[in-house]
């Protein structure tokens, strides 16, 4: 399960605790594997990629053939529509749209999402029957 991919999701954002709760529902495989940015494996992925420094968004790691790549902003949500596959693959379309401008919607939403979406002072805690599906000390 090392190699099965990993979404790292702000832990305080309520939009983003929903969204995960979202592709838990949808995940047919259960092999993606979830972690707060401000967990301790939050850090050690942004350790090893230094220019995540700065990001709060979704960050979506794989590694394929030993290579650790991360996939940010709109991007990252491509990959978990693509992970997620089914209908939610239809939205790989929007891949047609350049990233800067994928992104610009992007960024917009991510900044008023506290404001529409409300932010925790904790992370969410997994129910028992997916625990074992979220890594790292949060």
Not at 8 to 32: E, I, P, Q, T, W
Request: hydrophobic share 45%; charged share 25%.
């Amino acid at each position: 399960m090392s190699d099965a991919p990993l979404l790292l999701y702000d832990g305080v954002c309520g939009f983003c605790n929903g969204a995960v709760k979202f592709v838990l529902a949808h995940d047919r495989v259960g092999s993606l594997r979830f972690s707060p940015l401000q967990s301790d494996v939050g850090a050690a992925v942004k350790s090893r990629h230094p220019f995540l420094e700065r990001i709060d968004s979704v960050v979506f790691v794989e590694t394929t053939d030993g290579v650790e790549r991360v996939h940010v902003r709109s991007d990252g949500a491509l990959k978990v529509a693509n992970y997620l596959g089914g209908v939610w693959r239809l939205l790989l379309v929007f891949r047609l749209v350049p990233p800067p401008i994928r992104d610009v919607a992007y960024d917009f939403f991510a900044r008023y999402r506290y404001r529409f979406f409300g932010r925790s002072e904790a992370c969410l805690i997994p129910s028992r029957d997916v625990r074992n599906r979220f890594i790292g000390e949060f």
